[in-house]
């Protein structure tokens, strides 16, 4: 068990809504972004993916830390590495981020008028003097109903630029807002991050937020 002044989380994205998600636990932040091999089979199944990812990640920003320390920060007494991946999964097909416009253009187009599922993987790796705890790993899954759209709406939102570094081209807290029609399952997962299934995670090792 730690305390809360004594635990730092090293979040393993660069992902600004990430940033902004993980700051709900009050808790002091690291940035610190993954070089983790992204690539998987293409047989695996959407839960496998995001999780596997999410620890891929978390495991890298673990080694770099293990390698250079930490260099925005003192060293504190305890961490957890975080690791978060999203993957939109549309008639079995898994979707990620647009390679180019084209691209982005074609995943809209794929879920406009329809439900499709969002995959979003979580991973805690310990770290410090809680290093003897292992990993955590878990997912959630949420259905987004998208409205209809004219291809005059998909390209003008591809050429707002909010779609190109998300997966499956929107953004549900920016203009991608506009097209939602219905989301059922966990916002904040839909945006990046699972909130709830992370401070669910963190309270394992005795973390105990906003006390």
Known sequence: MTENNKLTLVLASSSPRRQELIGLMKLPVIVRASNADESVPEEWEPARIVEELSLRKAKATADSIAEEGFTQTSAPDSWINVGSDTIVVVDG???????????????????????????????????????????????????????????????????????????????????????????????????????????????????????
């Open 93 to 211: 097909k898994v979707l990620g981020k647009p390679a180019d416009q084209e691209d982005a253009f074609q995943m809209l187009s794929s879920l406009q008028g329809r439900q499709h599922e969002v995959y979003t993987g979580v991973a805690c790796l310990p770290g410090g003097s809680l290093g003897d705890e292992p990993p955590t790993v878990s997912h959630t899954v949420s259905r987004v109903t998208f409205s209809p759209m004219s291809e005059g709406e998909i390209w003008g939102y591809v050429r707002t630029g909010e779609p190109m570094d998300k997966a499956g081209a929107y953004g549900v807290q920016g203009m991608g807002a506009l097209y939602i029609e219905k989301i059922e399952g966990d916002f904040f997962s839909v945006m990046g991050l699972p909130v709830n299934k992370l401070y669910q995670m963190l309270q394992q090792v005795g973390l105990r937020t906003c006390t």
